[in-house]
């Protein structure tokens, strides 16, 4: 295949506020495609552009970038490392031939790699790890080498060590040629390596040499025979193994100093694969990220796999059936829109409008390419119930909100189950309060939110029977009805029937729709919190009419009276929601989840270790009301490495206490009108 030797596609990863933006504005300072380096502090980093980066100190979405060296043309996603954007980030990597996961030096935050890596593992996407902040008071980067190494593996090897640590950090030691550099402006100066780090860069090389080794007969060989390896075969093996995931390399460095950033950038120009892809082919794009600006429209930011895209295309979205026009094609620096004429396989570019076309989508200029396949996105747990501040036609609202997911996929919209509020849902609170506040600037569109209501439901514990008599006089016509009803619990789960044993036409069958009308109606609401009555039998046994007076109306009405009279003598109870949760947490919290659990009126089921190593998977069936957005609670418990799904189970007594609490409820809001 033919391969754009210059080209590479770098995303940027790592746990939350590990300095990825930082890294990348010194990245893009390096090879001067920013002519002013900004910084997070001040708002003006090229890569967290979004006012709601700006306001949050963080990323809160992925962003592109792209800087030249002499060797090579890299485009930089920057992604953001807070949890609930992972999913985002998951997407935007079906865009990147390789990662940098930038990693405080801290050996705690290890574990927060796990997901990442075993991403990244699973697609085979070469990566290396860039241990950061090492300018900082305590960091810690024996430890944190030595963390690494515990959790993924001698492939996990130190290519860099620290020249220095805190305020001593000022420069690295190539560990393959055990050359020591001092940086000074982002310009590294050789040194000589003092005699005091000889023995550490000694061991850190034979670490080096034996992993390469493992995927590398001759080089194994020499080292047995204790062969000293020429630099070029050790550098060829460094290129081959890292452009293959074999092995991990271990970077050091302060991006906020520019130290180790032109190192990492000769890692990834050398070390780092150039993507594959034929320019002559048909095209066959993906895209992987979409942005809407308020002024200039929606854009498509697309990994081409091959072909060539030029800026005026007629595309063909493959995955849709649909055909769309390109309205130009940019280079993104951050927020600024670079026009380009075309672009070719293995780059990464944004086209502008393309009605209908959403992210991992593929795109092509024929009908015939198959399509590449979707990203897949995880459930979205965190969920709120909301309302338009102001008055707003459902379809304007539906629209404003379709675009909001048309941006962030990892984001929905539902009808919630039984109670069919309306709800936005994402990964966490964070990204919840994001898009709402995106919705807020972008369409103007301020929501009211709440947590998600419960769908409480009661029901009956005895039968009674009830007669009730209707008669109403005005004027011409009056209104007469009476009738005895019957009422019976039903089992869990088997809904509200009704049936009648009329017997010499008592009531007259015209009739008995009105009355099961009107006994549907009064169960809407029952005695206990004004919640649907459920799981019960109606039996229609005796009754009166007139021929005159009565009517329809007149039954319905007696029907729904001689229910609500009925109820409050039939035992009635509040029935709460259960879901079947399955929660998978590290080891060390399990005990904290199952006390939870336990403390939150579950039933656990099952209990045993799960994949990946150091998991147990908890089973258990708890009350919908304790476990409300449980993934914020469980993430504090777990440092952000825990997760659940959920689904509704049945529908079961609620205790007196719960009971009590939702009919005080339903008296301070009476009480309030
Ligand atoms: N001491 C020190 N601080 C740094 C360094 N790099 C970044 N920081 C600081 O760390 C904080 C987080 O930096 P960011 O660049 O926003 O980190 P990030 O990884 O992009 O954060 P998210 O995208 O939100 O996950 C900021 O306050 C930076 O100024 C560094 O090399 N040394
Ligand atoms: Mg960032």
Redesign the pocket.
Known sequence: MAQNARIRNVAVV??????????VEGLLAQCKAISRRG???DGT?TT?FEPECIDR???TCVSFAHASTEHVDVTFI?????VDFFEETKIALLGADAAVI?IEADPTRVRQTRGLVDFLDARKMPHCFFV?????QGSDFRGTLAALVDAYGTRVVAEHLPLGEAENFRGYIDVPEQHAYVVENGIPKEISLGPEMEGTVQEARTKLLEALGDFDDHLLEELLEGVEPPIEEVRNDLREETSHDLIVPVLV?????DIGVSALLDVIEQQFPAPEGDPAAPLRAQVIKTSIHPQSGKISIVRIHDGTLTADASLVDTTRNLKARAAGLFKLQGKKQEPIGSAVAGEIAAIGRLEGVLTGDTLSTAATVEPLPAPAVAEPLYAVAIRPKERLDEAKLSQMLTRLCEEDPTLAVSRAEFTNELQLLGAGETHVSMATSRLSRKYHLALETSTPSIAYRETITQPTEQRSRYKHQTGGHGQFADVLLRIEPRERGHGVTFSEEIVGGVVPRTFFPAVEKGVREALLHGPVAKFEVVDLHVTLIDGQYHDVDSSEASFKTAASMAIREALPKCGPVLLEPLIHAEVVAPDDSASTILGTITSKRGHVLSFEPTEPRGFQKVVAVVPQSELTNYITDLRTATQGLGTYSWRHERFETAPPKVAQTMRDAVASTAAAH
């Open positions: 790592g746990p939350h506020h590990s300095g990825k933006t930082t890294l910084s997070v502090a980093t967290d100190g963080q990323s920057d992604c953001p490392g807070f930038v950061n902040k090492l300018d900082r460095g302060a991006g906020i100093g």
